[in-house]
T-cell receptor, first 116, second 114 residues
Framework: GAVVSQHPSRVICKSGTSVKIECRSL??????MFWYRQFPKQSLMLMAT?????????EQGVEKDKFLINHASLTLSTLTVTSAHPEDSSFYIC????????????FGPGTRLTVL | KQEVTQIPAALSVPEGENLVLNCSFT??????LQWFRQDPGKGLTSLLL?????REQTSGRLNASLDKSSGRSTLYIAASQPGDSATYLC?????????????FGAGTILRVKS
């Protein structure tokens, strides 16, 4: 089946630093990838839709200058949390749209970000 | 705006029991509904996807039904095992949503006791 990886799986950083998270589709090409964040015991909230070769589309309330998304190739999207603060601590999950006929999204394993 | 609700929020059952997880959505205009499993600190694993034209899907001990008109879906797990312990998430893909944006419920935390 289609596999999506994320790197790193876990990161701890100091407040004020920037953190980059990578999302890769390993065995298929994905023109569209999605970035979600998940707080403890809560559901996934869509942050933005990342389209290869174009600007990301952000959901209402998500700061695009805070969460920089780059989808430079058909297999890689990156999320950079700029000037991270403790309230940015969360579980970030990406997904890749693998099959437009069935609208199937394949999810990555997630990245746990802790900002001290 | 589409909203997805899952009941119960948490469930603890002894091994071997059959159980039902419920999912409801406010707008019946959906392309499909999907059930996912999430283990603690991990990503999502797709279990079953039901297209809007379908009534149910089965995979092994899992059976998911969809009643689009009433905005409900159930996930039935037969002969539960401790390895089934996880959070189960329901998500719908609304019609008219540009870009395949899924709307998730908050999940049901399942614990199967041995």
């Amino acid at each position: 089946g289609a596999v999506v990886s994320q790197h790193p799986s876990r990161v701890i950083c100091k407040s004020g630093t920037s953190v980059k998270i990578e999302c890769r589709s390993l065995d298929f090409q994905a023109t569209t990838m999605f970035w979600y964040r998940q707080f403890p015991k809560q559901s996934l909230m869509l942050m933005a839709t990342s389209n290869e070769g174009s600007k990301a589309t952000y959901e209402q309330g998500v700061e695009k200058d805070k969460f920089l998304i780059n989808h430079a190739s058909l297999t890689l999207s990156t999320l950079t949390v700029t000037s991270a603060h403790p309230e940015d601590s969360s579980f970030y999950i990406c997904s890749a749209l693998g099959d437009r006929r069935t609208d199937t999204q394949y999810f990555g394993p997630g990245t746990r970000l802790t900002v001290l | 705006k589409q909203e997805v609700t899952q009941i119960p929020a948490a469930l603890s059952v002894p091994e071997g029991e059959n159980l039902v997880l419920n999912c409801s959505f406010t707008d019946s205009a959906i392309y499909n509904l999907q059930w996912f499993r999430q283990d603690p600190g991990k990503g999502l694993t797709s279990l079953l996807l039901i297209q809007s034209s379908q009534r149910e899907q089965t995979s092994g001990r899992l059976n998911a039904s969809l009643d689009k008109s009433s905005g409900r879906s159930t996930l039935y797990i037969a002969a539960s095992q401790p390895g089934d312990s996880a959070t189960y998430l329901c998500a719908v893909l609304p019609v008219g949503e540009y870009g395949n944006k899924l709307v998730f419920g908050a999940g049901t935390i399942l614990r199967v006791k041995s």
